[in-house]
């Protein structure tokens, strides 16, 4: 079956550095995958698109990569500060709403 | 700013009790959704409807039921509730899939069932 894979270990990051999240998805090509932010107790919160002919996209300090041969999405924080601290959900699409899969997350800890 | 609002952050009921779980949007998005979230499982869909009184089953339909009567309202209904449907309850919505937003989720209800 279709899996979005996140590692499940948390991150712990100095405040100022860059941030680093791996999502890998086996047994399907994903037309697209999604980045959501969530905080504890909350709903995920959209962030960010690439679709599969996209290498790279870029928002504010946030950037992601789409990589086809890999099967793989990086998900960079730049400068990242404690206000980063969240749950990042990886999310692969390829069509139909029966075809969504939402990895289980990362846990990101930005110290000070 | 798209608002997708469940009715309630908290709930405790008991087992065998009929559970409303009521999910409001104001955005006039056609489809709309309902995940459970469990640590170690991630996301997992219910049900999810693409149409006023339309619905589909999702991964993990047994023991929930849902009801969409007016486009921007989505119920979920636990039948008689179990333990095992304790839980984070998010409900989401979008315009089109694929579209360039992403869902928009509501904050979610954590049941409990005791």
């Known amino acids: 079956s279709q899996k979005i894979e996140q590692n499940s270990e948390a991150l712990n990051i100095q405040e100022g550095k860059t941030a680093t999240l791996t999502c890998n998805y086996t047994?399907?090509?994903?037309?697209?995958l999604q980045w959501y932010r969530q905080d504890p107790g909350r709903g995920p919160v959209f962030l960010l698109l690439i679709r599969e002919n996209e290498k790279e996209k870029r928002k504010e300090r946030l950037k992601v990569t789409f990589d086809t041969t890999l099967k793989q999405s990086l998900f960079h924080i730049t400068a990242s500060q404690p206000a980063d601290s969240a749950t990042y959900l990886c999310r692969g699409d390829s069509g139909g709403y029966q075809k969504v899969t939402f990895g289980i997350g990362t846990k990101l800890q930005v110290i000070p | 700013d798209v608002k997708v609002t469940q009715s309630s952050r908290y709930l405790v009921k008991r087992t065998g009790e009929k559970v409303f779980l009521e999910c409001v949007q104001d955005?006039?998005?056609?489809?709309m959704f309902w995940y459970r979230q469990d640590p170690g499982l991630g996301l997992r869909l219910i049900y999810f409807s693409y149409d006023v009184k339309m619905k589909e089953k999702g991964d993990i339909p047994e023991g929930y039921s849902v009801s969409r009567e007016k486009k921007e309202r989505f119920s979920l209904i636990l039948e008689s509730a179990s333990t095992n449907q304790t839980s984070m309850y998010l409900c989401a919505s979008t315009s089109l899939v694929g579209s360039n937003y992403g869902y928009t989720f509501g904050s979610g209800t954590r049941l409990t069932v005791v």
């Open positions: 955005m006039d998005h056609e489809n």
């Open positions: 047994n399907y090509s994903p037309a697209y």
